[in-house]
């Protein structure tokens, strides 16, 4: 299921943008920016905002996490375009590795023997009309999964992480958090709902066995919105609330009203943890460990 956003305004050049406004922006002393091919770049674009993170290889160790407000009239190619104007790292070359994940409601999951390449287009149409003006439909296969991603995203993005790191990977946000959740899953694991929350979009994802059995977008506008499209899945897949335990990611707090409507409904409910069996440094402490997953599974993607 997917829903269509209207085309995305004119983007004004970089420079005549101010910078993104800085939500958190933690760094490690450690870091040493004159020698990037030691560390992974990380990206994540959506409603939410601008997030970037940072890994250094050698030690498998996240160590910087920053965030960005969103610009409600702007782009994500010209909001990235603007912090990379005003930014000491983003788009210098020379790093190892480079990850970005867009965050929308357009995409779909096929299993790899029935993905074909150049039909691209033809997969993601029974989901979203692509705009060819403005998007671009993009494909990632997930490796040693047998899964594929196909979604699309904006044109001028591509343009602009194609131009600056030639070499990135570009993927959905859904393929970070699938990652993230079947490292975390054991292989006897019974079937089991995972949630992930961001800016009005409600991530749902079942995973059985460590394979995904089901994965969506919706979008919500208030918390009986958010918790109908909850139980609805759970219903789906015979999950009883009452009984079967959820986790929950994603931008909310503890006493929020989202997270109480959730308690209110679901008896066995908990805040996930950050991917297990990577670093992360000591500044990042201050933030809550469910925030941020699809940023850190980046770190698992390929």
């Known amino acids: ?26 760094r490690d002393e450690t870091l040493t920016p004159d020698n990037l091919a030691a560390y992974n770049l990380y990206l994540t674009a959506g409603a939410a905002g601008l997030r970037l993170g940072i890994t250094e290889v050698r030690r498998n160790k996240f160590v910087v996490l920053e965030e960005y407000a969103p610009q409600a009239a702007t782009s994500l190619s010209g909001q990235l375009q603007a912090l990379a104007a005003h930014h000491d790292l983003l788009g210098r070359a ?15 999951l096929l299993p790899a023997p029935l993905f074909r390449s150049g ?3 033809a997969y993601l149409r029974l989901h979203h ?19 594929v991603s196909i979604f ?10 194609r131009g600056n790191y030639p070499g990135g990977t570009l993927l959905h ?67 009883n609330p009452d009984q079967d335990p959820v986790m929950v990611w994603g931008d909310l707090m503890h ?9 209110k409904y679901i008896r066995h409910i908990k805040f996930g943890n950050r ?25 698992l993607c390929e």
Not at 1 to 18: D, I, W
Not at 96 to 104: C, E, I, P, S, T
Not at 173 to 198: F, K, N, V
């Open 152 to 161: 699309a995203a904006e044109k001028a993005l591509l343009e602009w992480f």
């Open 173 to 239: 946000q859904t393929s970070a958090l699938l990652e993230g959740l079947m490292h975390q899953s054991d292989a006897a694991t019974p079937r089991r709902l995972y949630l992930s929350i961001s800016h009005l979009e409600l991530t749902v994802v079942v995973i059985r066995d460590k394979r995904p059995e089901f994965c969506n977008v919706f979008a919500f506008s208030s918390p009986e919105d958010l918790i109908y499209y909850t139980i609805l899945v759970m219903q789906e897949f015979q999950l």
């Open 255 to 263: 006493d929020s009203e989202l997270f109480t409507v959730l308690r």
């Open 119 to 121: 039909d691209e287009a």
């Open 1 to 26: 299921m997917s829903f269509a956003f209207p085309a995305s305004p004119a983007v004004p050049a970089p420079s005549s943008l101010p910078a993104p406004t800085v939500l958190h922006r933690l």
């Open 94 to 108: 020379g790093w190892n590795h480079v990850r970005l994940a867009v965050q929308n409601r357009h995409f779909t």
């Open 275 to 299: 991917p297990f069996d990577l670093g992360y440094s000591y500044r990042l402490n201050e933030l809550f460990e469910y925030r941020f997953f699809e940023l850190y599974s980046l770190h």
């Open 129 to 147: 009309t692509v705009d060819p003006q403005h998007e671009t439909v993009q494909a990632y296969a997930h490796p040693g999964r047998e899964l």
